[in-house]
Nanobody, 115 residues
């Protein structure tokens, strides 16, 4: 079992910045990758960014150059720094931890970008 607790998010104007944090606990030794997804009402959850246990980082094209994902191994935490936010980034952001047998998800945190 892996537990994920998210923090951060909120309301920001277009062009602004926010930081999301996700702390993992439980069977963290089994985690292969951790990352972020986002979802807006009526649409499927979409990939944002991930970092693997080997340090490989992958970003969605829509956030490349604006978002940065990085980990704090000492705190079992991953962070998502979001710069130059756009209204289309508005969504509920979910932390994800992938293990061999499946995925774990955080409760979600709302990010709203006003134009």
């Amino acid at each position: 079992q892996v537990q994920l607790v998210e923090s951060g998010g909120g309301l920001v104007q277009s062009g602004g910045s926010l930081r999301l944090s996700c702390a993992a606990s439980g069977s963290i030794f089994s985690i292969n990758s951790m990352g972020w997804y986002r979802q807006v009402p009526g649409k499927e959850r979409e990939f944002v960014a991930t970092v693997t246990s080997s340090g490989r980082i992958i970003y969605a094209d829509s956030v490349k150059g604006r978002f940065t994902i990085f980990g704090d191994n000492a705190k079992n935490t991953i962070l998502l720094r979001m710069n130059n936010l756009k209204p289309e980034d508005t969504a509920v952001y979910y932390c994800n931890a992938a293990i061999a047998s499946g995925d774990y998800w955080g409760q979600g945190t709302q990010v709203t970008v006003s134009s």
